[in-house]
């Protein structure tokens, strides 16, 4: 590393110094290599810093998965300022209030969403430049009431720099990581340098990545997950192979094949648009080394999938969370023993489960999951209030740990089952129902899709279970065909009284099932 004590963007810097002419970035058919990505964000800082950027402003980068965005990352932690990469898919009072909430002092975006970019900064009075790649239309930039700069003019007027002095450490934040606000405002989750180094070394090192790595990039830059294929893939000097979406799949896969992909992480959205494709076969996916997945765990279903389409790989199923990246792993070689578990702690993390007196449990008790390390965040950005319910005292005198709201168990030899949101479980008949139970249940069907699995008031049990399911193509169910498949699986105040047949389900900008719209 550059520094005695590393901070996030060494990975860059370093990875630039050793392997300067390798490729690291495929993107809209394009290649980069270290050297260029290294010499354009430092440019790009010294172009923020020239604009009033200073050491612990917060830059917001607007933009999709492209080359831009990356050297954007990049370039605004060697300004020593604090990054937020914000899906471009957001509207635009949305945007306005993460500006205003950040406060943020720059923005960088592209052209093609000035309608969207324009009204948000206008509504900023923070925001001191405003970074556009692409053709800004005129009457954009006319009405746009903060300064705005070309991404081409700023490089070529700060190329051939040093780097900017470094003025962070390492317990310094390097990002804001705004959470779905699916229920509520979104929360600006606070990461330092350390928290993001640390979870970007546990997770490389039960990956085991290595230097010939060549990583997917399909998920979204704004959320974590897809953020650290980027980080992981530059750690180690690995390619990354970035995609904007698997909105065309047979594309991507041509891609993944061409590039000899060796990393595919997903989710089970994309998981479930795999298992439907019919032209699998004409694929070669041997050069495939691991595949991962988070968001939810995986129904055995789409297990068995994957060990069929990808024979050779090694499958990851994960859990995690934006407030500490990621808290366990299941070790491949215990997938087939146990399927529905989402694993052991990551490295240097410790968890355990808590009742609803604050007392640990133990074995397949349902309780709270607490997480304990060095990648628990800072805290939810100007929200104390939040920030208190979250991180609370630990074992240890002076610690903060991460009470995660999210209901789990442990069995005996300490691996983890992810039961539900505690603020998502169903209360029926008097007995609690986790919708995730139901959802997996339901999804290990055969011609099922996708399922979710929402309460509804009920005059009689409180509320009653209701199911909405996307059936595969060509696959016809009535509501009492599945209420039976359902009894076979399921206790009986967990079958649905409530079936919707839809044709798809409402989704988040990272394929997480939204059910805020579902009733």
Known sequence: MTNAVPLLHDYLIESARRLPEKIALVCQKQRFTYAELDAQST?????????????????????????????????VLKANAVVSIVNPLTKS????????????RALISDAHIASVFVDAANQSTHLRAVIVSGAFDEKHKAHLKTPSHGWDEVIARHSGNALPPRRNVDIDLAAIIYTSGSTGDPKGVM???RNMLTAATSISTYLENVED??????????????????????????????????????????????????????????????????????????????????????????????????????IFSMYGLTECKRCTYLP????????????????????????????????????QLVIRGATVMRGYWDKPEETAKKLRPGPLPGELVLYTGDFCRLDEEGYLYF???????IKSRGEKVAPKEVENA???????????????????????VKAFVVLEAGVTFTEKDLQ??????????????HIAFVSELPKTTTGKIKKTGLS
């Open 43 to 75: 440019a790009l800082a010294h172009g923020l810093i020239a604009r009033g950027v200073e050491r612990g402003d917060r830059v917001v980068i607007f933009g999709d998965n492209t080359v831009e965005t990356v050297i954007s990352f990049w370039a």
């Open 93 to 104: 009072d949305k945007l306005a209030y993460m500006l205003n909430d950040c406060r943020a």
């Open 191 to 193: 990461l330092t340098h």
């Open 213 to 314: 790595d060549v990583i997917l990039g399909i998920l979204p830059l704004a959320f974590d997950y897809g953020l650290y294929q980027m980080i992981m893939a530059f750690r180690m000097g690995a390619r990354l192979v970035l995609e904007r979406s698997f909105t065309y799949p047979a594309q991507v896969l041509k891609v993944v094949v061409e590039e000899k992909v060796t990393g595919f992480p997903g989710v089970p959205t994309i998981y479930a648009i795999l298992a439907e494709m019919k032209s699998l076969s004409n694929y070669d996916f041997s050069h495939i080394r691991y595949v991962t997945n988070t968001a939810a765990a995986l129904a055995v279903k789409h297990i068995l999938v994957l060990k069929d389409i990808f024979p050779k790989a090694k």
């Open 332 to 367: 491949p070689a215990d997938l087939d023993k146990k399927p529905t578990s989402v694993g052991i702690a990551i490295p240097n993390t410790e968890l355990w489960i808590v009742d609803e007196n604050d007392k640990r449990v133990g074995p397949n008790t349902v309780g």
């Open 419 to 425: 039961v539900g949101r505690m603020d998502d479980i």
């Open 442 to 464: 339901l999804t290990n069907v055969p011609g099922v899709k996708e399922v979710a699995v929402i309460g509804v008031p009920d005059e009689i049990l409180g509320q009653a």
């Open 484 to 497: 039976k498949e359902a009894q076979k699986r399921l206790e009986t105040f967990m079958v649905p009284k």
